[in-house]
């Protein structure tokens, strides 16, 4: 039996651009401290894979570097990468340019080696980027020895037109490996094909909102036949998004769809349902200090007080007529653009001063 943990997609030193630069910096910061838990979590392991892209780009902060060293030498366990998109095998890569200990193998090539353990009567496979896009990778592979147990470490994509290392199930099936430990994919994903687990363990910590939820790694153990997968979260910001029908009172209706825990996350907060005068920059005034980040997008629609006038044998009721019914048909987006016109041709039809 060999206990193993999968994590990938650490993106180290991210920008974290939607954020101002003091926070952008203390997430960074917050990623290499990430790794502390992560060393952690691998105590007891005899394997630890890791899929790529540990890195956002070639450009690393020394800090970064230091972090990541002191989290491959904390851990007993053989350690085996393969470089991704994000932190292909270049020139100029980090992963070429620091010694980073010898208990940590990195696949430097685009075609598939083996690395034989002896002791755990295992092979473990990988290969690597060697630019930001990577032909297909695992082809017609089949493991060379069927009587041990195989692993894999691959950074790629199951998709067929995929310009990142494309991937087919039906090649995981053909592959004869016990469990391909895949990175790329930021959503936790795990799966079994033929005789074959796979899985993504999504990223380590979420940096926007097409991140959103928990994150973490995945701990694995797998004996010859049998692999059993867990997903293992870690204490990391969240990013959420939170919808809200405003209600009467807007303030009160976020206060209570809220979870008890979430002053130190990134929250978008969309607002939906009908309203008559909502203020959002006074709602962000007086929320934005309950966050870490905080972003709230009105997709609220007018009550229906506006179309009052609908009936009314007048033109203002002809013009309201024919705007509620393109209303009544169109998508949310759209409601929003139909009724503001409305709003702005009642005030011209009012001589009121209409609002820029």
């Given at each position: 039996m060999i206990k193993l943990l999968h994590a990938a997609d650490f993106h180290l030193d991210s920008a974290f651009s939607s954020l101002p630069p003091i926070k952008a910096t203390q997430r960074r910061t917050e990623q290499r401290l990430t790794l502390r838990q992560l060393a952690a979590a691998c105590e007891n392991c005899d394997i630890v894979l890791l899929s790529g892209d540990l890195f956002e780009g070639e450009r690393i902060y020394l800090d970064t570097i230091e972090a990541l060293k002191e989290f491959f030498a904390s851990i007993s366990a053989q350690i085996f990468i393969s470089p991704g998109n994000h932190d292909p095998i270049t020139s100029t890569s980090p992963y070429l340019c620091e010694d980073w200990g010898e208990n940590v193998h990195i696949f430097t090539?685009?075609?598939?080696?083996?690395?034989?353990?002896?002791?755990?009567?295992?092979?473990?496979?990988?290969?690597?980027f060697v630019s930001q896009e990577q032909p297909a990778i695992l082809g017609d592979f089949h493991v060379l020895d069927e009587g041990r147990i195989n692993l894999m470490v691959l950074h790629g994509e199951i998709q067929k037109d995929s310009p990142y290392a494309p991937i087919l199930k039906e090649q995981i099936a053909g592959s004869g490996l016990d469990y391909l430990a895949l990175g790329h994919v930021h959503r936790t994903m795990i799966e079994r094909v033929g005789q074959t687990n796979y899985a993504y363990p999504g990223c380590l910590m979420g940096r926007g909102f097409d991140e959103c939820g928990q994150k973490g790694a995945l701990r694995v153990?797998?004996?010859?036949?049998?692999?059993?997968v867990e997903f293992l979260p870690l204490r990391t910001r969240r990013y959420e998004i939170l919808r809200v029908d405003v209600g009467d009172d807007a303030l009160a209706s976020i206060c209570a769809a809220l979870p008890q825990e979430h002053g130190e996350d990134c929250y978008r907060i969309v607002l939906t349902g009908e309203s008559d005068g909502l203020d959002p920059e006074s709602l962000y005034e007086r929320l934005a200090g309950g966050f870490y980040s905080l972003q709230l997008v009105d997709q609220t629609l007018p009550k229906q007080e506006l179309w009052s006038a609908a009936t009314e044998d007048t033109l203002r009721g002809h013009f309201l007529r024919i705007l509620k019914q393109r209303y009544d048909t169109a998508t949310q987006e759209q409601r929003q653009h139909i009724a503001q016109a409305a709003k702005l041709v009642l005030s011209i039809m009012d001589g009121r001063e209409v609002p820029l």
């Open positions: 090539k685009p075609e598939i080696e083996r690395v034989r353990i002896d002791a755990l009567n295992c092979d473990v496979y990988g290969a690597a153990t797998v004996k010859k036949g049998v692999c059993d």
